[in-house]
């Protein structure tokens, strides 16, 4: 009869107990999961970042003399261009103001007896064919100086960009390996840990990240 009711009232303790067990071994795992992602991405990082190492701030990433000097050059074709295009334009709106008030054929064309009339029909389909031609070198000119000036630029953005990006995971990695120990130590385990520890990697990850492109950007332009 002792046994019995011994073994009824052990039974629940013996389904907690594993239950227990159970609880602790997920968060164990989950647990595991988050120190392999945060691993990983930091040694992502440290890869990425890898074949731009060499790179130098004062002498490859910022742009050099030629690099200048060439971008200037195609600044000013492009400004040439558009001025151009622009004389084009005032030319024709000119030549079709001086023909204002002489007669006209049929056709549109002024009337080939005035001298005036005669100089309008040369110039006017002159002028008029011109305008798409400067319009187009003055389009080509602007899209060759942006493109060069954003291909300038891109290279120190992307030292940045990848450097704040593997600082910012050897920050986490050492701050969540602290977190690990004193949480281990004081013995502060629990169900939630996981989950704080997954938020908390991120949102240190993002502040410091943004930190570091700030920093890194103010280096590469002074």
Same mark, same amino acid.
């Given at each position: 009869?002792?046994?019995?009711?011994?073994?009824?009232?052990?039974?629940?303790? &013996?389904?907690?107990?594993?239950?227990?067990?159970?609880?602790?071994?997920?968060?164990?795992?989950?647990?595991?999961?988050?120190?392999?992602?945060?691993?990983?991405?930091?040694? !992502?990082?440290?890869?990425?970042?890898?074949?731009?190492?060499?790179?130098? &701030?004062?002498?490859?990433?910022?742009?050099?003399?030629?690099?200048?000097? $060439?971008?200037? $050059?195609?600044?000013?074709?492009?400004? &040439?261009?558009?001025?151009?295009?622009?004389?084009?334009?005032?030319?024709?709106? $000119?030549?079709?103001?001086?023909?204002?008030?002489?007669?006209? +054929?049929?056709?549109?064309?002024?009337?080939?007896?005035?001298?005036?009339?005669?100089?309008?029909?040369?110039?006017?389909?002159?002028?008029?064919?011109?305008?798409?031609?400067?319009?187009?070198?003055?389009?080509?000119?602007?899209?060759? @100086?942006?493109?060069?000036?954003?291909?300038?630029?891109?290279?120190? $953005?992307?030292?940045?960009?990848?450097?704040? !990006?593997?600082?910012?995971?050897?920050?986490?990695?050492?701050? !969540?390996?602290?977190?690990?120990?004193? !949480?281990?130590?004081?013995?502060?385990?629990?169900?939630?840990?996981?989950?704080?520890? +997954?938020?908390?990697?991120? @949102?240190?990850?993002? &502040?410091?990240?943004?930190?570091?492109?700030?920093?890194?950007?103010?280096?590469?332009?002074?």
């Amino acid at each position: 009869m002792d046994e019995a009711r011994t073994g009824q009232k052990g039974a629940p303790c &013996i389904v907690r107990l594993e239950v227990g067990k159970s609880w602790g071994a997920w968060i164990r795992k989950m647990l595991l999961l988050v120190v392999l992602l945060i691993c990983c991405c930091w040694l !992502f990082s440290e890869m990425k970042m890898w074949p731009m190492r060499r790179l130098e &701030i004062s002498d490859e990433l910022n742009p050099t003399r030629d690099d200048r000097l $060439n971008l200037r $050059n195609s600044q000013n074709r492009a400004a &040439i261009a558009k001025s151009d295009f622009a004389k084009a334009e005032r030319r024709l709106a $000119n030549l079709r103001k001086s023909g204002l008030g002489l007669r006209r +054929t049929n056709s549109g064309r002024y009337d080939g007896r005035n001298r005036l009339g005669r100089k309008l029909n040369k110039e006017i389909p002159r002028a008029q064919a011109a305008i798409p031609r400067y319009k187009k070198e003055m389009l080509v000119a602007a899209d060759a @100086a942006l493109a060069m000036e954003m291909n300038q630029a891109r290279r120190p $953005n992307e030292w940045v960009k990848l450097e704040a !990006f593997r600082l910012s995971n050897r920050i986490t990695v050492i701050l !969540f390996s602290s977190g690990l120990v004193l !949480f281990k130590t004081f013995d502060l385990d629990h169900g939630d840990l996981w989950v704080g520890a +997954t938020i908390g990697w991120g @949102a240190v990850l993002w &502040i410091s990240k943004t930190f570091y492109k700030g920093i890194l950007a103010k280096r590469v332009i002074s």
